[in-house]
């Protein structure tokens, strides 16, 4: 009988929420804000894994950004030495932070739909009056 996940798939699940805990429980420096792990890709080894977040609270600017990562990438000795007491694992993969970019391009996304479906209703309303 095969597998529904394979062991990658279940680490990186198990990894995503430890991170999540110990990111909101024990980093208090207020450069970060508030951190969402949104996802976590480990190696098929399981010895190196990129961590994709996303921060409330701060500005959604490069310079600020750039800091939040940088903090999280230097604190990332810290969090894995807490991973290793959490999680039972042979290696504890080494982690690496990385800017999620995919919500604020779905929220570009969903603003450049909109404006057309906008601009499709004020031309049928136009259109309508028109006739």
Known sequence: MAREFNRTDRV???LQRELAQIIQMEIKDPRVGMVTVSAVEVSRDLCYSTVFVTFLGIDEDK?????ALDV???A???IRGLIGKR???????QIKFE????IARG???SALIKKARDKDSDADAAEGESE
């Open 12 to 14: 990186s699940e198990q």
């Open 107 to 109: 929220s570009e996304l």
């Open 72 to 74: 999280l990438n230097n």
């Open 87 to 93: 999680m039972k694992l042979r290696v504890v993969p």
């Open 63 to 67: 310079k600020s950004i750039k800091v």
């Open 99 to 102: 800017f999620d970019k995919s």
């Open 76 to 78: 990332a000795g810290f």
